[in-house]
């Protein structure tokens, strides 16, 4: 595994934490703890960075751009956007679970 590889996926998680933060802090009802918001929105950062990168034609890094060198390349549209609106889905997803378990 390179170096763009490997920064693409930690900045797919940190988006995916936040987004699951998000969803969590939006979703009082759900009342997850910590654990389940972090793990779920990391797991759906990468998990949704990886379907944004193959339904835009690309994988998570850009080759072209990742034969340049340097973090632009793992600072893309799939990363960001792909890793926080996975990381707020599969948290939502937990959530609803969650929730409907308690019940």
Known sequence: MDTNTLVAIVIQVITGVIGGQAVGAALKQA?????????????????GAAILGSL?????????????????????????????????????????VMGAMKK
């Open 56 to 96: 835009l034609g690309g994988g998570t890094v850009d080759p072209a751009a990742a034969a340049a060198g340097g973090l632009g390349s793992a600072l893309n549209v799939q990363n960001i956007v792909g890793g926080a609106g996975g990381g707020a889905i599969l948290t939502a997803i937990i959530g609803a």
């Open 31 to 47: 009342a997850l703890g910590q654990l389940p918001k972090i793990l779920g929105g990391a797991i759906g950062g990468v998990a």
